[in-house]
């Protein structure tokens, strides 16, 4: 679950209001009865099909198609978001996954998506004080008070299932108490199955989708985020693993019980506010801070951070990165992945076709007895590596939009769509997408390559090259570069 601090919100128009279509409820709760939420959410496929039609007949007085298509867009992008917005971890979860798909989308059409999500993160609902204390009382008991010198009724942050008080423990220390809604756990529950019921409306965000997949993927990681015990542990891994680190914090365990985890209380700048306003210096450093941070952690600590969500970091006073919310965190890595990974990018970096679509096959990224055409494999998965092929590159939106746009084309020659993942990576999957779309949002420049080594070390294989030339400078030109490795695939796929 990403925090969002209280205040960090997107301007919507010059006046900055909020609109109605996302104004909170005004008892600061979810809803919870399954029949109003339920409503709610078969409301949707009707209102998207009655627009269509709709459409028809806009067209039909002489409005362009572009024109009626972009107006279902928006108000679709609208209805699921303020429906979502009151799901709480659901829509969460899937603005996170948008976030990330809104790139395969042209910047215009995106727009709209872009424009719900920013409302949809501002429109969490705050619990007022009297819900807020009948949580803490059914986990902590009816005396919960006495743990706290001070209690802040108002929240300092929303978190997707729940909200964050400010608050000072009875020894003094300033702590962070997170809170899940009442009701919350049965409610999301109830919300994941009406999910999967409208999940085909995904193919408004991101047509040909594997929207089954991606489905049961938001409700693997938003039911695992409902165990704030595993949380806890998560976190006390992590504080032990970074304690005393020049690089980074991972704030103390206060106190975990029931659906309330308390942990010492971090004060910083949001990455959010960096990505906005940052100077070019500060978005090379919180970047490659953020991949060592992953990197690290699964190389060395045997630990994987899946949410690298720039809500979760924090640029500290004294310039170390803060690190919170760890409901989606595991151990790692499982057996077998460090054979995958030196196997893929052997075969990228210094193999060709066969020895990619060898490798992918031997590690379960395509079924037994599916034909699989290595030529276009290696024509759409080469280019992803492309920033480790250099001593610095500079991640931009442009450049993962090309990426994106590559490997989601819904047609049905596109071999990457043929493939399937097996369930081991998803975490790692679900890590990687989003730490690299934070990068291109920071538009980051480093030395990605030898961070990763320097953490991994047995990929350095992988990057040994067989002549010094293999090694291009940070300079090169990217369009020699890539004719020179053989400028398209067999199906006339663009390798850059």
Known sequence: MTIRPIGERPEEGAAGKRSRLFASRSHGKPPVHGAVRGAKLAALPMAFAGRQAAG????????????????????????????????????????????????????????????????????????????????????????????????????????????????????????????????????????????????????????????????????????????????????????????????????????????????????????????????????DRVGMLMVRFVTRGWGRHGLLYADPHPGNFRVLPDGRLGVVDFGACCAWPPAGFGDLTLDCCKAIFRGGPGDLAAATRRHGFVENGRAVDSEALYAAITPCGEPLRHNTYRLTTRWLRRQVLRTTNPRLTNVVRQMTMPAYFTPFARSFLTLVGVLGQLETEGPYRDEIVRWVPELSEAFTPETPSEIVSATVDLDTARRRRGGTGKRGLPIG
């Open 56 to 283: 028809l007949g806009k067209r039909a007085l002489g409005r362009s198609a572009g024109e009626v298509n972009r107006d279902i867009q928006l108000r679709t992008a609208q209805h699921i978001f303020e429906v979502l917005g009151e799901l709480k971890g659901c829509a969460a979860k899937l603005g996170q996954l948008l976030a990330i798909y809104e790139l395969a989308l042209p910047p215009e059409v995106a727009e709209p998506y872009r424009i719900a999500l920013g409302r949809l993160q501002d429109a969490a609902p705050a619990m007022l004080p009297p819900a807020v204390h009948a949580a803490m009382a059914e986990s902590l008991g009816a005396q919960w008070r006495a743990n706290f010198r001070e209690f802040d009724d108002r929240r300092a942050a929303a978190a997707s299932l729940g909200q964050v008080h400010r608050a000072v423990w009875h020894d003094g220390r300033p702590v962070a108490v997170k809170v899940m809604y009442p009701g919350g756990r049965q409610a999301v529950a109830r919300d994941l199955d009406h999910l999967r019921r409208i999940s085909y409306l995904a193919t408004v965000f991101l047509p040909g989708a594997d929207v089954n997949a991606v489905t049961e993927a938001i409700c693997a990681s938003v039911t695992g985020e409902l165990d704030y015990a595993a949380e806890a542990n998560h976190q006390r891994a992590f504080a032990a693993a970074y304690a005393g680190d020049p690089d980074f914090y991972v704030p103390n365990v206060v106190a975990q019980q029931g659906d309330v985890l308390i942990s010492e209380w971090i004060d910083g700048t949001p990455v959010p506010r960096v990505v906005a306003s940052g100077t070019q210096a500060e978005r």
